[in-house]
């Protein structure tokens, strides 16, 4: 038996299943929560968003139209929870040291390469934390989750055309942060 569609879930929850929505949360909760730890930073914050974005998520279903996949429904609202949770602290702590370093100790391969990413990784989160609100949420959409700019489009609400230009001047900006970085 092929499993149910995201649609068909959403069907199902709507007449009264809700291990349908379980089903849902199962599949899109890992991909939500990454989103918003990368715009926010730590583990808490993006549980936090995560979990309220699926119960709003499952108290506004009734208003979902299948304009979009639910996914990118999803997403949505918890790019809005994270924009608005970010607004509220002002600044964002992309990667704390204690978890650089159990990531570098913790790992099976070269030391040495793993370090070396960790680092650069380390950089590119602190230039990504740099961006403002606007530029920093297509770039994560863009460069981590990989959306197409039609899928940012239909989440931010606004033109393909001024995210191209958002995302352009967000890749400048990181890409400047990273050679300043490494020429100190």
């Known amino acids: ?23 849902l949360m199962r599949r899109h909760q890992e991909r939500i929560y990454w ?18 974005a699926f119960v709003r998520a499952f108290l506004n279903l009734g208003d979902f139209r299948g304009d979009a996949s639910f996914f990118t429904w999803i997403y949505r609202i918890a790019l809005n929870l994270s924009l608005n949770a970010l607004r509220k602290r002002h600044l964002v702590n992309y990667l704390k ?10 790992s099976q391969e070269d030391p040495h390469k793993d370090l070396e990413v960790k680092e650069m990784e380390s950089l590119v989160a602190r230039a990504v934390a740099t961006l403002p609100d606007k530029q920093r949420a297509v770039f994560v959409m863009r460069y981590y989750d990989e959306m197409s700019y039609e899928e940012i489009s239909y989440v931010l609400k606004t033109s393909v055309g001024g995210l191209k230009a958002n995302y352009f001047h967000a890749l400048h900006k990181v890409q400047e942060h990273l050679r300043n970085a490494t020429a100190s």
């Open 35 to 52: 989103t918003a730890r990368r715009i926010l930073g730590n583990h808490a914050d993006a549980d936090d968003v995560t979990q309220e």
């Open 97 to 106: 040291d204690s978890e650089l370093a159990r990531k570098v100790f913790t």
């Open 1 to 23: 038996m092929e499993p149910l569609t995201d649609l068909e879930l959403i069907e199902e929850v709507r007449g009264g299943n809700r291990q349908a929505f379980t089903e």
